[in-house]
Each structure stands twice: as C-alpha cells, then as structure tokens.
C-alpha cells in the first residue's frame, strides 16, 4: 500500500476525529453494501456512494483496517466488471438533449472514473493490476493544458460545456487525485500537466472559466467533505504534490485559506452540502474540528516543502 504524502503531524488529529465520528462513519461504511447504488444523473449529488467513499478515503479509512471488515468487499464491487480499456464504471444516466442515451448506462466519465480509482488506490492496493490498467488509460487522455471532458463509449457523445480544445477542471482536479495515491504517477509528466492546469486556472481565476467551472466567490468559500471542484479540494489536492507545494501560485491559495481562520485560529464552514448536514462541517455559525484538520494537514504539507 502507498504510504501517500507525508503529514505526520496531523495523522494523530484525524485518528481522534475518526474515534468520535465512530458512529457516522459506521453508517457511511454500512451504506456501501447497497453499492453502486441507484442510477443518478448529476455527479454533483452529494449523497452518491462514490463520494461516501472518496470522504473515508480523504479521512484515512483503510481496508485492511480490522474495524472495517466490509471494506474490501466494497472496493472489489468496485473494480468487477471495469470497461474493456480498464476504467472502473458507474450506472447513471445522461439525457439524449446531452449526446446520451437517456437510459441509465453503466460507463464512465472523467466526472466519476478518477475517483473510484482514487478510491480504490488510496484504501486499497495501488499496485493491483486492475488499478493499474485503469490508471494507464485514464492517465492516456491527458493533454499538454490537462485532462478533457470525457466518456466511455457507453456514454455516447455527451460533452460538457466548453470548448473542446479547453481543459476541464474539475476532470484535472479528480485525476490528479487519484496520481496522488499511487507513489509512481505522483511525480509523472501527467501529473506534472495537471498541476500546471490547476495552478494556472487559479492565477486566471478571473478571465478564464473552462467548462463554465468559475473560481470567484463560491469557489473560494471553505466547504466540506471534497466532492466538488472548490478551493479547499484544489488546494488539499495540489498538497500532495511536492511539485505544486513549492509553486508561489499555491502558497497564494494557501495563504487565501490561512486568512478565513476566526480569532481564536479556527476554521468555520462558509457553505455545505445538505446531505453532510449532521456533521461538524455541515453547518455554517461554529468552527468545525473536521475543517481545522483539513487545513492543517494542507498547511503541514506546505511547511515540509519548505
């Protein structure tokens, strides 16, 4: 298993979070047996077992983890049945007035593909051959300026809302996060382009909105758990790279974060999503112990850089 990015400081923090979360997490955990769940329509929904996962993956849930013996059970769901080209699929439906077959397929796109092998990387063995054919075919679409918009053939011709020349960002965002949990690909030449990608959309914030993914106010507000493309999850993600920590175009955004901490150097939600309502970071009047972590563990990242 990858050991991933360094941040021993606060591994202690997260371990102490997951023990008073027990209960919720438990819940999440037991949730998956439904995988993969009903057909859905937006990668945004909150509530999607894939984003359930991707959170215990963010939080440090392992599946060799005794306490968790559902787990591996889970993330062999996960990777039956992949597209023949190797990416893993979900069951969901794109409308015929998007290039879809508006009945509910079971495909892939650079919306969900990358994060399932986040998923499975990060929980799981990032060495299993299964996990590195998808990464392979999935890292085989990157271009000079980062990763398109695109689907498996299941999908039909649905495209988003650019131009086909432009990067997507939220595509970048998911692939450089599954890079991160696999040591070999954290320091490749397609990681290296959608570093250069994602910085540069935030040093052009304010003229350039690939996809119609706009980095202005919304953007910038701290929300949690990373399911979306948003300050915090572009920021927790270039983390990992040791190439991107060092960039001054990061330590801008991190500085950008580092600026929202209340007097007493805590961090209080600015938005949520509704399905996360009954955790800590769920709400937006108090500080959230969650919140402060992730921070931290950013911040952690950029202080090893030097």
Not at 23 to 46: M, N
Not at 59 to 85: H, N, Q, T
Not at 185 to 191: F, G, K, N, T, Y
Request: charged share 25%.
């Amino acid at each position: 298993m990858t050991s991933g990015p360094s941040t021993a400081g606060t591994s202690k923090t997260f371990e102490v979070l997951r023990a008073a979360d027990h209960d919720r997490i438990a819940a999440l955990v037991a949730s998956l047996d439904d995988w993969p769940g009903p057909p859905f329509a937006s990668h945004r929904s909150a509530a999607l077992l894939y984003h359930r996962l991707e959170f215990l993956a963010d939080i440090g849930i392992r599946a060799d983890d005794p306490a968790w013996p559902s787990l591996p059970g889970v993330l062999e769901k996960v990777m039956e049945a992949p597209a023949p080209e190797g990416p893993f699929r979900l069951l969901n439906s794109i409308p015929v007035a998007y290039g879809g077959s508006g009945t509910p397929t079971r495909g892939w796109a650079l919306c969900d593909a990358p994060i399932l092998l986040y998923d499975v990387a990060a929980m799981g063995d990032p060495g299993d051959p299964r996990v590195r054919k998808a990464a392979a075919h999935l890292g085989g679409l990157v271009r000079e300026n980062g990763w398109p918009c695109a689907v498996s053939l299941e999908h039909g011709k649905f495209r988003g809302p650019g131009r086909k020349d432009d990067p997507c960002p939220y595509a970048t965002l998911a692939m450089l996060k599954a890079f991160s949990a696999i040591d070999d690909l954290r320091a490749s030449p397609e990681a290296a382009a959608g570093i250069g990608c994602l910085l540069d959309l935030w040093e052009t914030s304010r003229e350039r909105h690939p996809y119609m993914f706009f980095m202005g106010t919304d953007f910038r507000k701290l929300k949690a758990p990373f399911i979306w493309y948003d300050l915090l999850h572009v920021a927790e993600v270039l983390s990992r790279f040791p190439a991107a920590r060092r960039d001054p175009r990061f330590r801008g955004m991190l500085g950008e974060i580092l600026a929202k901490a209340g007097p007493d150097g805590r961090f209080t939600p600015e938005s949520v999503w509704t399905a996360w309502k009954d955790w800590d970071f769920g709400q937006k009047t108090q500080p959230s112990a969650w919140m402060d972590a992730f921070v931290a563990r950013i911040a952690e990242r950029a202080e090893e850089a030097g």
